[in-house]
Nanobody, 128 residues
């Protein structure tokens, strides 16, 4: 059974770059046909896509975050990383990494925890 674990970001200040890593065990990030995703949930709001990197290394980013987000992977360590630049307090949220089958990835609608496998989440607070 696949398990995903987000790193703890520590203190993040406005204008800095947020970096989160998702360590994966119980399954390879290069196995067809899975999509390895970053999702967040701001306080009092719903889940929203940040983006994904798929088993082939292809990436997608939410249009609202595309200019600031970057998702990369390290296949030797079986992990993938989110970098979000120029953060502001509006980026404060619970951040999740998750694995979906390709047919369950629908970026036009909010993600749901009823699909895929999710990490436990990590709280990111951006101070001004």
């Amino acid at each position: 059974q696949v398990q995903l674990q987000e790193s703890v970001p520590g203190l993040v200040k406005s204008s800095q770059t947020l970096s989160l890593t998702c360590a994966v065990s119980g399954g390879s990030i290069t196995t067809c046909c899975y999509y390895w995703s970053w999702i967040r949930q701001p306080p009092g709001k719903g889940l929203e896509w940040i983006g994904y990197i798929n088993y082939n290394g292809g990436t997608y980013y939410s249009p609202s975050l595309k200019s600031r987000a970057s998702i990369t992977r390290d296949t030797s360590k079986n992990q993938f990383t989110l970098q979000l630049s120029s953060v502001t307090p509006e980026d404060t949220a619970e951040y999740y990494c998750a694995r979906f089958r390709f047919r369950d990835v629908q970026v036009t609608i909010p993600p749901t925890k009823g699909l895929g496998s999710w990490g436990q989440g990590t709280q990111v607070t951006v101070s001004s």
